[in-house]
Every structure is written in structure tokens, then in C-alpha cells.
């Protein structure tokens, strides 16, 4: 079966403390693997699309990386305002995207 | 750009009770999704179109649930004869069709169900 598992569930970080979050995956046709940001309360936020193993692609902060088995997002010298759950989504057949409980994040100053 | 929007933002209910929400996507996009996300849950998919077509729909979708996407602008969602297990965030995603991988969220409406 299908499925996208992101760990660890939850992480505490100081400010300036880099980290990463892992997403694994087993589907099979990869179309795409995508990384968004929710705010409590608020819809997801798309962040990055990576389409073939050693893609990687830069936001600020934020870097993700894809190899053929699983997604890295790594956070370099967090601030506060990075605090958000982040969520991977991956696209194979079909038009549906699966989507990771998510890594709830914490940065405390 | 306007937005995905949804509404209401919040609704709540009574067991047995019909509801409906609105979703407007962005005006250029072509897509349209449906999801359900429980606390602590990622989105579940429940059902996507193409302009006014219903080409999927997730076969945990009871028959309570109805969506429609009229003349392929604005998407209603339907939940008829509301159960406790119903009670979840419901949003909206548009896309555009050449663009398989961002999707843009709305806001989302909160369903409890008393």
C-alpha cells in the first residue's frame, strides 16, 4: 500500500538551532513531491515541488532535497516565525496527492 | 490574486443536519480539490474536478457527500444527514492545469457536529 510517513511528529528547536524533517515514501511512479507549511488555523502553503532523486531547491531558511526513497527538509538557523507543521504531498497516478501527518515545529527563542 | 476562498468558516451542527460549503478558487485555475484534515492528520483527499467535470472521487467518500463544480467556476461540497465523525476542517485547493505539483489552498471551513 501507498504511503507517505514524515518523522519526527513533532520538534522543539532553540533559535539558530539547524535540523531536518524526513519524509518517506512508498508510492510508485513518482510524479512529484511537495513540501508546504500550515499555520494553525490556516490552509496549506505551498513551498517546494522536487520531481527526480538529487533534485534539491532553496527558500530562505528552508532547503529540500529529494533522493528515490524519501525527502529531507532542512531548516538552517530557524527563527520563531518558522514555528508552523510542515507537510510532505506526493503526486503519482492520478490527479490525487497523498499528504504526511506532518512535523509540527516549534522555534523558541 | 484573490485567493481561494471558502465559506462559512466555521460551522456547527446537529447530528442529522444537511450542510453545504462554498469553495471559489483562484479564476485562471482549472482544478479543483476537496480534502478533509483531522487534528493532528495531514489532508485526505476526498474529490477533485476539472473545470466543471468530476473526474475522481476517494472510495472513502460515503454517499452523504455531494460535490459540484457548476459552469467549472465555484465548487459546493455537501454532507447530508451529519454524523460526530464528520467533524473536521474542509478545504479547498485549486490548481492550474498546466501546473501538476502547487496547489493553492484556501482557508478552509470547520464542520463540528454536536
Known amino acids: 500500500e501507498d504511503q507517505v510517513t514524515q518523522s519526527p511528529e513533532a520538534l522543539r528547536l532553540q533559535e539558530g538551532e539547524s535540523s531536518s524533517l524526513n519524509c518517506s515514501y512508498t508510492?510508485?511512479?513518482?510524479?512529484?513531491l511537495f513540501w508546504y507549511r500550515q499555520d494553525p488555523g490556516k490552509g496549506p502553503e505551498f513551498l517546494f515541488t522536487l520531481y527526480s532523486a538529487g533534485e534539491e531547491k532553496e527558500k530562505e531558511r528552508l532547503k529540500a532535497t529529494l533522493t528515490k526513497k524519501e525527502s529531507f527538509l532542512h531548516i538552517t538557523a530557524p527563527k520563531p516565525e518558522d514555528s508552523a507543521t510542515y507537510l510532505c504531498a506526493v503526486h503519482h497516478t492520478g490527479n490525487q496527492f497523498y499528504f504526511g501527518t506532518g512535523t509540527s515545529l516549534t522555534v523558541i527563542p | 490574486d484573490t485567493g481561494v476562498s471558502q465559506d462559512p468558516r466555521h460551522k456547527i451542527t446537529k447530528r442529522g443536519q444537511n450542510v453545504t460549503f462554498r469553495c471559489d478558487p483562484i479564476s485562471e485555475h482549472n482544478r479543483l480539490y476537496w480534502y478533509r484534515q483531522t487534528l493532528g492528520q495531514g489532508p485526505e483527499f476526498l474529490t477533485y474536478f476539472q473545470n466543471e467535470a468530476q473526474l475522481e472521487k476517494s472510495r472513502l467518500l460515503s454517499d452523504r457527500f455531494s460535490a459540484e463544480r457548476p459552469k467549472g467556476s465555484f465548487s459546493t461540497l455537501e454532507i447530508q444527514r451529519t454524523e460526530q465523525g464528520d467533524s473536521a476542517m474542509y478545504l479547498c485547493?485549486?490548481?492550474?492545469?498546466?501546473?501538476?505539483?502547487?496547489?493553492?489552498f484556501g482557508e478552509g471551513s470547520r464542520l463540528t457536529v454536536l
Open positions: 485547493a485549486s490548481s492550474r492545469t498546466s501546473n501538476t505539483g502547487e496547489l493553492f
Open positions: 508510492v510508485s511512479g513518482l510524479r512529484g
